[in-house]
Nanobody
Framework: QVQLVESGGGLVQAGASLRLSCAGSGRTFSRYAIGWFRQAPGKEREFVAS????????YYANSVKGRFTISRDNAKNTVFLQMNNLKPEDTAVYYCARSERTYSSLVFEHQYDSWGQGTQVTVSS
């Protein structure tokens, strides 16, 4: 069974950077696309970014495009989300998820079958 564990969250000031990690278990981790989602208090979970199995394709929500970068190191079974120029509106619990589907943008939750427990990101103004 695939397990995903997020880390790297924290409390930072606006304009700072954080790098989130999503560590996966199992030999097949590298075969699957991975997505990042986030959920702010009182709001629905929303798509942030996704990456294909080999890292060749990525897709971003408009709200983070140009500030966030998704990447992966399949040798380490890890996907990263580099977040630069953070804003207070980026405050949320960030989740990574795995998709068995052929890669497209994969922006919908139902396209993913395994989820991590989340890591809190708080950006103060």
């Amino acid at each position: 069974q695939v397990q995903l564990v997020e880390s790297g969250g924290g409390l930072v000031q606006a304009g700072a950077s954080l790098r989130l990690s999503c560590a996966g278990s199992g030999r097949t981790f590298s075969r699957y696309a991975i997505g990042w989602f986030r959920q702010a208090p009182g709001k629905e979970r929303e798509f942030v970014a996704s990456i294909s199995w080999n890292g060749g394709y990525t897709y971003y929500a408009n709200s983070v495009k140009g500030r966030f970068t998704i990447s992966r190191d399949n040798a380490k079974n890890t996907v990263f989300l580099q977040m630069n120029n953070l804003k207070p509106e980026d405050t949320a619990v960030y989740y990574c998820a795995r998709s068995e589907r052929t890669y497209s943008s994969l922006v919908f939750e139902h396209q993913y079958d395994s989820w991590g427990q989340g890591t809190q990101v708080t950006v103060s103004s």
